[in-house]
């Protein structure tokens, strides 16, 4: 097999593509794995929040890379260490323009958002925040934007203020204004929720922190796979995503940070990679990005992760976009016919994520009874307990879709709703 | 009966549906069936935490016996901690430390025993075995 073989598998991926834009018969045939067949049921999978499928593209770069250039990073002069490193930086490249970064050295490589979250308040939060000094966060964050801050606002005694929201799961804006002082350090909030789906107003979250000298990082877990995104333009300090909620690998995300800030943050984990000179007596870090990837990085993920975004972008974000849209106002309209049922998260801007509860019926038993159905689904908290609290329910249950799902699942979802209430009642 | 018994007792009611849906139905049904446990039980104690659902479970002893009372918030789960109470209440310590539960897996449930069902239910059957043990300790110390 000649090395190029991959190039010539997104080659042909992409032109299939270009011709068929979004015909999205032609884009199931792109995931293999919407053909298995669950219980009987060929696959609905309604449970991308959590995390989206491959494209074959991103799978055959995965096997392309072990097959044909496996070789550590930045280290060996050999041929396939020189092309795994080229490969390697592409990514980056190519997260930077993905994000509108200003500089490639802007984008680190993590586990993900988690992740990402986690480097900052451990290295920003610890240098720059002292006792007294105040963290906001928004009721409606991941348990991955709270935990670490707690974890800090602990350590360092700072406190930790929180975003109300209203009940149709948007931010009280004015509340936020309120909360901002001189002593506001630091504001991180979720660029989409994952539990409503609302779109929160970051730009202006961003300008009313930075006017009282607070520093932002925003989670774009959710957002990413759903919009374009210009940190520049946010003006945003950080910017945490996840690769695998993109149509990419997972175990893998990026943390974007203004250049000054990351040089001037501390290093986050020691080893190799991230150092310049090591002796016992001082070591000396590595320049940006390095200095924030210590070990042998998740080569093959990051390989395989820009053809995601190449998927991603050949389709067009506002196609995806739109059409997503579409499935959401579809399906929204769909289970309003449903008595009983009642959506959790009614924000005007709100990406394709339908979370519900139904009168009398507990979240688990949908999930279980869809399942049944091939029907995937996500039910519980979502790792978002405390908007649960806000709520007073214990979970819900939560449809999120993606460019590959179809009117034709939903009305298969709301069939299956109808046998769970059938059943149930 | 002993717990094989009615282990096997469980697997021929199955064995009459050959749909999910009548196999859930029935399941459902069991959990309608199923006596609620009483307020004063539903102890921070006795909860047995899922992530998703909650069991409560209650166990004592009632001449030389362990019984189980417990219960669910989820219809589904209620039905299948039913099952678990049935096969396992009322029999001494000994019997149920060392019995071996193979009902769920041949009536097909086995899943819902998996930990990422995250049902609590797992949990339960560990929380039983270990009452058996528990008790077992204290007859022979006695
Ligand atoms: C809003 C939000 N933040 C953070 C995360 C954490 O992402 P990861 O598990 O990839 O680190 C998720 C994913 O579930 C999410 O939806």
Sequence with gaps: MSPNSIIWVGYFSKIALMKTSLDIASIRNDFPILNEVINGKQLVYFDNAATTQKPRLVLDALSGYYEHYNANIHRGIHHLAEKATAAFEQTRKRMQSFVNAEFSEEIIFTYGTTDGINLVASTYGRKFLKEGDEVIISTMEHHSNIVPWQMLCEEKGCILKVIPIDDNGDLLMDEYEKLLTERTKFVSVVHVSNSLGTINPIKEIIEKAHAVGAKVLIDGAQASSHFHIDVQDLGCDFYALSLHKIYGPTGLGILY?????????????????????????????????YKFEAGTPNIADVVAAKYALDYVDTLGKSNIATYENGLLK????????????????????????????????????????????GIAVRTGHHCTQPLMNRFNITGTSRASFAVYNTTEEIDLLIKGLHKVKRMLG | MTINEIQDELISDFELFDEWESKYEYIIDLAKQFPPLEEQYKTEENIIKGCQSRVWLNAYMESDLLKFE?????????????????????????????????????????????????????????QMKAYGIAYQAKSVNQ
């Design chain 2, 70 to 126: 417990a219960d669910s918030d989820a219809i589904i789960v209620r039905g299948l901690v039913s099952m678990l109470v049935k096969v396992l209440s009322g029999h001494t310590p000994e019997e149920i430390a060392s019995a071996d539960l193979y009902f769920m897996e041949r009536i097909g449930l086995h899943q819902h025993l998996a930990q990422t069902r995250s049902n609590g239910l797992a949990a339960m059957l560990k």
């Design chain 1, 330 to 373: 579809y399906a929204t309209e769909a289970v309003s016919e449903i008595e009983g049922l009642k959506i959790i998260g009614k924000a005007k801007n709100k990406v394709s994520v339908l979370s519900f509860v139904i009168d009398g019926i507990h979240h688990q038993d949908i999930g279980v009874l869809l399942d049944q159905q």
């Design chain 1, 257 to 289: 940070g203004k250049k000054d800030l990351l040089n001037a943050m501390p290093p986050y984990r020691g080893g190799g990679e991230m150092i310049k000179e090591v002796t016992f007596e001082k070591t000396t870090y590595n320049e940006l990005p």
